[in-house]
Antibody, heavy 120, light 112 residues
Framework: EVQLVESGGGLVQPGRSLRLSCAAS????????MHWVRQVPGKGLEWVSG????????GYADSVKGRFTISRDNAKNLLYLQLNSLRVEDMALYYC?????????????WGQGTQVTVSS | NFLLAQPHSVSESPGKTVTISCTRS????????VQWYQQRPGSSPTIVIY?????PSGVPDRFSGSIDSSSNSASLTISGLRTDDEADYYC???????????FGGGTKLTVL
């Protein structure tokens, strides 16, 4: 059974940094692309970033480009999202999602999310 | 960059059929696959349609997807509506010139 467990969320002041992690199990991690998707409570889903199986292809939403960095450690089955220069508008529930293919595909499994709160 | 536009909400009675649209703002709807996700309150999203019209195992055949190039849109159709179909539904596609993914704004389905 695929399991994705996010961690690292919390309360942070504007301008500060946070690092989110996603621990994956139940599948061969280095065979699949991985993504981060966020959701403000009561609002819609927003794709944040994605990374191919070998980190050869990476993409970011315009809203986070230059501030967030996605990475993965295939030896440890971990996905990361480094959040720098955080803004109030980055406050959301951040989901880790598994891609259905090594490069892209759809999001076929999701974690439960980790909450990021940005406030002074 | 393109956007995906969905109606904010739809409602229908149990047993009926409802269709949710997803219109691409620029570029062809056929240029990259469309997915549909269901999100029930308090839960993470789950995939119900992928690659325009494919159903994952475990998703009932009451759910179907299609695309229409003439209107540059995708559609999710749910037949034989049940009360537990009540949820938010999101379409999603990707920019085939980059690694960027795009979600529609979501449609709240009420079954009453």
């Amino acid at each position: 059974e695929v399991q994705l467990v996010e961690s690292g969320g919390g309360l942070v002041q504007p301008g500060r940094s946070l690092r989110l992690s996603c621990a994956a199990s139940g599948f061969t991690f280095d065979n699949y692309a991985m993504h981060w998707v966020r959701q403000v409570p009561g609002k819609g889903l927003e794709w944040v970033s994605g990374i191919s199986w070998n980190s050869g292809s990476i993409g970011y939403a315009d809203s986070v480009k230059g501030r967030f960095t996605i990475s993965r450690d295939n030896a440890k089955n971990l996905l990361y999202l480094q959040l720098n220069s955080l803004r109030v508008e980055d406050m959301a529930l951040y989901y880790c999602a598994k891609g259905s293919h090594d490069y892209g595909g759809h999001f076929d499994s999701w974690g439960q999310g980790t909450q990021v709160t940005v406030s002074s | 960059n393109f956007l995906l536009a969905q109606p904010h909400s739809v409602s229908e009675s149990p047993g009926k059929t409802v269709t949710i649209s997803c219109t691409r703002s620029s570029g062809s709807i056929a240029s990259s696959y469309v997915q549909w996700y269901q999100q029930r309150p308090g839960s993470s999203p789950t995939i119900v349609i992928y690659d325009d019209n494919q159903r994952p195992s475990g998703v009932p055949d009451r759910f179907s997807g299609s695309i229409d190039s003439s209107s540059n849109s995708a559609s999710l159709t749910i037949s034989g509506l049940r009360t537990d179909d009540e949820a938010d539904y999101y379409c999603q596609s990707f920019d085939d010139t980059s690694y960027r993914r795009v979600f529609g704004g979501g449609t709240k389905l009420t079954v009453l």
